[in-house]
């Protein structure tokens, strides 16, 4: 029997749906689980804690989308090659340009980003969790969610790429206003100028998930970025650099 197709709206709303469960719903509801952990000073507990909710999650998204993550599996591994260029060379553009971006985005806000801020602390406080959430789990997770949950809403190629990679880069501007509330975004509004660097890497991935037609290429791409990210982080740390 041929496979129903939904109206392109219902995916596009089933994506907003996704991130809305992931970045609200199911952690309040998992997180509010282990509050006496969370609250202690169990150090492996809590890695082990904040671990679990993304394998949760990436489980969750394999059972979802199971069949065409098997699909997709099987074109990359068919195409391997062709697929690890066109990631690399996706990663190579996007990080000239989040690069450039970044210097002019610095010289008008005079900081960094505060993701980029959170992110170094949390490698520093919780170490086995960052790691393997910001190289593995994370690079999965936001792939899946920002960007293959979403492609079924797209006929052209340019809306897929611009609109997930806006909200892609909205995600992570919004997260660094904590608490989030409109005095937080007035008194942080230079934050919103991140929006450029964080959306360069997100539009050449995508345009290589979209060019291949397989998940996986920007997946690899984007856990090689974010292990190259790490590693700068840890080895900057142990050398005493800012």
């Known amino acids: 029997m041929k496979e129903k197709k939904l109206h392109p709206i219902f995916y596009f709303i089933f994506g907003i749906l996704f991130i809305i469960a992931y970045q609200i719903i199911i952690p309040i509801l998992y997180f509010s689980l282990f509050k006496?952990?969370?609250?202690?000073?169990?150090?492996?507990?809590?890695?082990?804690?904040?671990?679990?909710?993304?394998?949760?999650?990436?489980?969750?998204?394999?059972?979802?989308?199971h069949k065409s993550l098997k699909e997709e599996w099987q074109k990359f591994w068919k195409e391997k090659k062709l697929c690890l260029?066109?990631?690399?060379?996706?990663?190579l553009k996007?990080?000239?340009?989040?690069?450039?971006?970044?210097?002019?985005?610095?010289?008008?806000?005079?900081?960094?980003?505060?993701?980029?801020?959170?992110?170094r602390e949390i490698l520093m406080d919780l170490p086995v969790y960052a790691i393997s959430t910001m190289c593995i789990f994370g690079p999965f997770i936001e792939e899946m969610i920002f960007r293959k949950a979403f492609r079924k809403a797209f006929?052209?190629?340019?809306?897929?790429?611009?609109?997930?990679?806006?909200?892609f880069a909205s995600?992570?501007?919004?997260?660094?206003?904590?608490?989030?509330?409109?005095?937080?975004?007035l008194n942080n509004w230079k934050q919103i100028?991140?929006?450029?660097?964080y959306s360069s890497l997100a539009i050449f991935f995508?345009?290589?998930?979209?060019?291949?037609?397989?998940?996986?290429?920007?997946?690899?791409?984007?856990?090689?970025?974010?292990?190259?990210t790490v590693a700068i982080i840890l080895l900057s740390g142990s050398i005493g650099m800012p």
């Open 36 to 65: 006496n952990i969370l609250n202690g000073n169990h150090f492996l507990l809590k890695n082990l804690v904040y671990l679990g909710y993304y394998f949760m999650i990436s489980i969750l998204l394999i059972l979802i989308f």
């Open 85 to 91: 260029k066109e990631g690399f060379s996706a990663w």
């Open 94 to 119: 996007g990080i000239l340009l989040m690069i450039i971006s970044n210097i002019i985005v610095l010289s008008i806000t005079g900081a960094m980003a505060a993701n980029e801020s959170q992110n």
């Open 155 to 167: 006929q052209n190629k340019y809306l897929f790429v611009f609109i997930t990679s806006f909200i």
């Open 171 to 185: 995600l992570h501007v919004l997260n660094s206003f904590d608490p989030f509330s409109i005095e937080t975004i």
């Open 193 to 197: 100028f991140f929006l450029i660097p």
């Open 206 to 228: 995508a345009l290589s998930y979209w060019k291949t037609k397989t998940i996986f290429t920007s997946t690899i791409a984007h856990c090689f970025h974010n292990t190259i």
